[in-house]
């Protein structure tokens, strides 16, 4: 070998490390490259794909415009449900993702000191499968649970992997989120959900959720529609919140304290017999049993309780009985009652029965229960299914009426800590920051013997985790077929648009396809994610590439709604049940009644901490996003919100920096000082305070509002109790 | 001796991922204290990356390193990591997401687009692919290479920009290097202040970067003298260079200055 051969190697120019004069001669410097480029010389590669934001739950479709490589372009998809043309500013801004800076790159390992290092994937499968094979030898397979939010791929593979190791555990990320809400809405309707037919209704009521805030675009068009057709909107929020504009009415209700309101709303009906009664006698069942125990929930009652003068609960109530059945409650999704307080169970249960009473149940302007299309059964030889696991999930036992497809995933703390959970895996899911107390989960965690997260950024789960596995970005992965219910439902697709940005990234089928062969479940992941994605399709008449070439979205004409179809309710009686017997089960009222919430802010300086979307932000998920957290620091959104009276007695003034302290605990920020707020709440927007320091631009911006939360767990329903907590709030300084 | 090319292939290895062999090649006597020497030299060449000097030219170019780095640097670099230290440093530092994350990409310390691609965020700084990675990937396939995979991600990485530069020179292209190497290494302040957080195993580190930023110092210096006698060129290309040396020279200024003779 020569002297020179080692400092002649080239990663470009092989070993010869030199190019012939042609190639010198294509040189070119950095100002005529991009003078080449701006005047449009450049001879430019152009493709398309379709698309699904991942920047909430939404997943609105897109079409996605690569230029060389790089995306150009986001263009809203018309034919997509929710997303009706229109994207909103989360979904331009959190595009972005894929080239962050902050992206992992590599599978990374925790040493002895705790901190991370780059491993390569075979060694990261074999020794998380050797810990797996390790803890189901020892503890059995009830001992590794997962926790995920949610995505078309993701909540295939997560599922399959852990039946494969044959765990039930398989927990969404509904405990923090619409676990309450739905599992209450089961007990009294038997489907977690519905939709409100904003747009054509005489009159809405919003409790807690605001449309404007967290946006879906398709909803926000309804709500402009309502306005245009004379609907009366009605906004049940301790907060005023950005709704507004497109509303009639903001009801400043004491935070918690919505089952009073719609017990109240319930017993103004019954009492003044201004329900369905026909509709009542046909689909209900207990219904005497509740108008009798709610007899004494007056509205004089409920004025004590919401703060709300009777009179309006009265007036609201007669206006519902005059708008039905084009009127219903709306079904909310977070906010108020998915998993806030003690009562959000109880709370939609309640919501429930008082739609029931205006009789709007698939009446035009009411509650709809929209249908939606789903795969078919796919070639057991190629996708073979997995035995379904012998154990019930965990948590099933202590919160009975939780629904199990989402499991109750913060009891995973306490089994952690006595040691019956000794494995955990996240996918696209940050617990430790958002779902409970951050200290108490990582205490919890810290018990376990193996932790593994999947993400595409140092999440803080990431930073407890053992083993942190590199997710590619939504635009770098097809992902399996995506089926949306609605009016007309449909199917759609979320696409590659760019390629993979870090090559030692790898998308969520290939990571749970690997690791399940490393732990010796392979057998079940034998095929592709685009050969699932099409035998999908094809059991509904379509195939990717028919997808593909049809922009992405196909919808099912044949299968689109109809008003006035009878509701089979799904439910162990087949009624609506006014009385539930798995509630009482449970350690419930058979009927809903009032139930405190845990908590409740004694004045003077306590407040209770209330959460809350801000339409550039979705959770703590989108604060590392630059140019979504430019808004946030133009407008100075991280301030938390506090009513002008309780300031003015408080001596604290608009701007003030204040600090806000319980015993989980004390942190700093600044004020917005307004009329638009119940006394009693203090707002913390839910985006900030991340502590995650390798998010470089959402470290250390605002506070987090689950830090202030202490650790609980609804009864029955299993929520997570976010908003049960109290803070007191002085003046830094004073 | 070592040539300049060799010099800057020696540096992009530094900055990439090698095999174990190639290392223990690299480090191992007298490699190693021939790129040294040749780092020395560059620091003080008058007429920077230009035709291999006379034997007294070079002999004029007595200056030691310990004018130009820090005595630790000059510790550092005489005394290279191993490979499983090399491998380590990259593990924790050359992999990103991480609070100690130092990936050595052009990008990620620049304005994505300034137009000549647009997007959603073309005026965000700090992200993969903005348009010097571009750029590197369009120069490479003019000149008829490919980006290797590895550095798909970054065609801007600083291990392949020092390549580049090493092809450059090694194909006679003297004055496209000298080019290239004051437009590229502007970014290697910035990096440099992200080394200077990672503590004392980034040493090695920051001396490279110091070597480059002197190189790219002496370049301005040269650049100017060689102008002086050519005149300006006209068209697109000379004011692109005028642009860049403006920036050079401002450089220049915050670097610390030495007193060699």
């Known amino acids: 070998m020569s002297e020179h051969a080692i400092t002649r190697r080239s990663f470009l120019a092989g070993s010869a490390g030199a190019v012939g004069l042609a190639a010198t001669a294509g040189y070119m410097g950095f100002g005529a490259w991009e003078q080449a480029h701006a005047a449009g010389g450049w001879r430019r590669e152009v493709t398309t794909a379709h698309s699904l934001c991942n920047s909430c739950s939404s997943k609105c479709g897109f079409t996605g415009y690569v230029e060389d490589g790089r995306l150009t372009k986001m263009i809203g998809d018309v034919d997509h449900p929710y997303c009706e043309g229109t994207l909103c500013a989360r979904g331009y801004g959190y595009a972005s993702i894929a080239y962050s800076e902050d992206r992992l790159t590599d599978p990374l390992k925790k040493n002895d000191k705790g901190e991370f290092e780059a491993i390569s994937w075979e060694q990261a499968y074999s020794e998380i499968a050797e810990k797996v094979k390790a803890i189901i030898s020892s503890n059995g397979p009830e001992a590794l649970a997962m926790v995920q939010d949610p995505r078309p791929s993701g909540s295939y593979y997560t599922k399959r992997f852990m039946q494969a190791l044959g765990s039930a555990n398989v927990y969404t990320h509904g405990a923090a989120c619409n676990l309450s809400k739905n599992s209450g809405f089961t007990q009294a309707i038997g489907a977690g959900d519905y939709a409100s037919d904003v747009a054509n209704s005489k009159m809405t009521m919003f409790i807690g959720r605001s449309y404007a805030d967290a946006i879906r675009p398709s909803s926000v068009h309804d709500l402009q529609r309502a306005r245009e057709n004379g609907a009366y909107i009605v906004l049940v929020d301790p907060r005023c919140n950005n709704t507004i504009t497109l509303a009639d009415e903001w009801v400043p209700i004491n935070p918690g304290t919505d089952l009073a309101l719609v017990l109240a709303m319930s017993n103004v009906l019954i009492k003044n017999g201004l329900y369905d009664k026909d509709f009542v006698a046909e689909n209900g069942i207990g219904f005497d049993e509740w108008a009798a125990a709610i007899a004494d929930h007056t509205p004089q009652w409920a004025e004590g309780i919401t703060g709300i003068p009777a009179s309006t609960i009265e007036r609201l109530a007669v206006r519902f009985a005059e708008c039905a059945p084009a009127a219903s409650i709306e079904p909310s999704w977070r906010g108020a009652f998915g998993c806030s307080y003690a009562n959000s169970g109880e709370t939609a249960r309640a919501i429930c029965l008082f739609n029931t009473l205006l009789g709007c149940w698939n009446q035009k302007g009411g509650a709809l229960f929209l249908p939606s299309v789903s795969a078919g059964e796919v070639d057991a030889e190629k996708f073979p299914a997995v035995p379904k696991p012998e154990g019930k999930i965990l948590g099933s036992e202590e919160y009975p009426l939780a629904l199990s497809s989402m499991g109750v995933n913060v009891i995973l703390a306490d089994k952690a800590r006595e040691g019956a959970v000794k494995g955990l895996f996240f996918y696209n899911s940050n617990m430790a920051a958002g779902y409970a107390n951050p200290d108490y989960l990582a205490e919890s965690f810290s018990n376990l013997d193996l932790m593994v997260a999947i993400d595409v950024q140092m999440s803080e789960t990431c930073m407890l985790a053992d083993y942190v596995l590199p997710d590619t970005s939504y635009l770098e992965r097809l992902e399996l077929p995506e089926f949306v219910g609605g009016k007309v439902p449909a199917v759609t697709l979320r696409d590659r648009v760019i390629e993979k940005v870090h090559p030692n990234t790898k998308p969520v089928d290939e990571i749970f396809s690997e690791l399940a062969e490393a732990c010796g479940v392979g057998e079940y992941f034998q095929f592709t994610v685009d050969e699932l994605a099409d035998a999908q399709l094809r059991t509904v008449g379509l195939s990717l590439e028919g997808l593909r070439q049809a922009g992405g979205t196909a919808r099912f004409p044949e299968k689109e709604y109809s008003y006035g179809a009878a509701v089979k309710w799904k439910t162990p009686t087949g009624k609506v049940q006014f009385t539930s017997e798995a509630c009482e089960k449970a350690g419930l009222s058979p009927v809903p009644v009032w139930v405190d919430p845990q908590t409740k802010p004694a004045g003077g300086n306590q407040f209770r901490v209330i959460g809350g979307k801000q339409a550039i932000h979705t959770h703590t998920q989108t604060a590392n996003i630059e140019p979504l957290m430019e808004i946030t620091k133009k407008y100075n959104l991280e301030r938390v919100w506090m009513n002008a009276d309780k300031a003015a007695q408080l001596g604290i003034a608009d701007g003030d920096e204040v600090e806000v302290s319980n015993e989980e605990h004390t942190g700093r920020v600044r004020v917005k000082v307004t009329q638009r707020i119940n006394p009693e709440a203090l707002y913390v927007p839910s985006h900030y305070g991340c502590t995650s320091p390798d998010q470089h631009t959402a470290y250390n911006v605002g506070l987090r509002q689950m830090d202030f939360v202490p650790f609980s767990i609804e009864p029955g329903y299993g929520g997570a109790c976010t908003q049960e907590a109290i803070v007191t709030v002085k003046k830094a300084g004073a | ?261």
């Open chain 2, 1 to 261: 001796m070592m040539e300049s090319d060799e010099m800057f292939a020696v540096l992009s290895a530094c900055f990439a991922p090698v095999e174990r062999d190639e290392w223990a090649q690299l480090t191992a006597q007298p490699v190693w204290a021939g790129f040294l020497d040749a780092a020395r030299r560059a620091l003080q060449d008058d007429d920077a990356l230009g035709e291999p000097a006379s034997p007294i030219s070079r002999a004029r170019m007595r200056c030691p390193l310990q004018d130009f780095l820090s005595a630790g640097e000059v510790k550092a670099l005489f005394a290279p990591p191993t490979y499983d230290e090399k491998r380590a440093f990259a593990a924790r530092h050359f992999t990103g997401g991480l609070p100690d994350s130092a990936v050595p990409v052009e990008s990620l310390y620049a304005t994505w687009s300034n137009g000549a691609l647009p997007s959603p965020f073309s005026r965000c700084a700090g992200m993969y692919q903005g348009d010097s990675a571009r750029y590197m990937k369009d120069l490479v396939e003019r000149m008829g290479m490919d980006v290797p995979p590895q550095f798909a991600a970054c065609p801007d990485h600083l291990a392949l920009e020092l390549d580049l530069a090493a092809v450059l020179l090694r194909s006679g292209a003297r004055d496209a290097a000298r080019q290239f190497l004051s437009e590229r290494l502007a970014w290697l302040t910035a990096y440099r202040m992200r080394l200077l957080t990672l503590g004392a195993d980034a040493g090695f580190y920051i001396g490279l970067v110091d070597v480059l930023v002197g190189i790219r110092t002496q370049l301005a210096s040269g650049a100017d003298a060689v102008e002086a006698r050519a005149g300006r060129r006209a068209g697109t290309e000379a004011e692109t260079e005028v642009e860049a040396k403006a920036e050079v020279v401002a450089a220049s200024n915050t670097n610390r200055s030495h007193t060699c003779i």
